[in-house]
């Protein structure tokens, strides 16, 4: 089982790390002016819309930037916050992780469900969200389950060796 967190953790780890960089720099220009991003940035925005024929990016529905907004204000730290935790082995880690999976796993089922009902989303382009969906779940897990063996006691002694009182 260790291994298998180990695992769990870099990938987590990999996947935090491209959202703390992506979110304020690419998916921001969603609900952000242009002008505050370099224009290379604002160019490779365009071209993954015209290139995956994204229309959430191009069209910005309301509730697509409400989701925008929503990962920024809240999702992104905990983003950092889980790189951080991650990276030198905090125990809250996973508690983070946990928040991060539920809040990204109920954006994604929003969003995929424009996608889909819509028919206007190419198979490319559902291949590009699909993978956060994934992310979202393997986070939800990894906060949900523990990785450590330690075992928790209650007290300075287990619960069943405590002396009964007459």
């Known amino acids: ?21 992506v979110a304020p720099l690419i998916d921001a220009q969603t609900c952000l002016p242009p002008h505050l991003f370099p224009a290379f940035l604002v ?22 930037v409400g989701t925008v907004w929503f990962e920024l204000i809240f999702q992104w730290p ?12 905090k125990a809250w880690s996973s508690t983070t992780c946990l928040m991060y999976g539920v809040s990204t796993l109920t954006s994604m ?6 996608l889909t009902l819509s028919n206007r ?10 993978p956060f969906s994934g992310f979202a779940v393997l986070a939800l897990l ?13 007290g300075k002694r287990p619960v069943l060796n405590r ?3 007459a």
Request: net charge positive; glycine share 6%; charged share 20%.
């Open 43 to 64: 160019e490779l925005k365009s071209w993954y819309a015209k290139e995956y024929g994204d229309y959430l990016i191009s069209e910005k529905p309301h509730f697509f």
């Open 1 to 21: 089982m260790g291994a298998l967190c180990k695992l769990v953790d870099a990938a987590l780890f990999i996947f935090f790390l491209f959202i703390a960089i």
């Open 121 to 130: 989303a190419s198979d490319q382009l559902l291949m590009m969200y699909f």
């Open 109 to 114: 089922v929003a969003i995929l469900t424009e």
């Open 78 to 89: 905990l983003a950092v916050a889980s790189v951080y935790g991650i990276a030198a082995g």
């Open 142 to 154: 990894r906060g949900l389950l523990t990785c450590s063996g330690k075992s928790m006691t209650i």
């Open 163 to 165: 002396k009964k009182r």
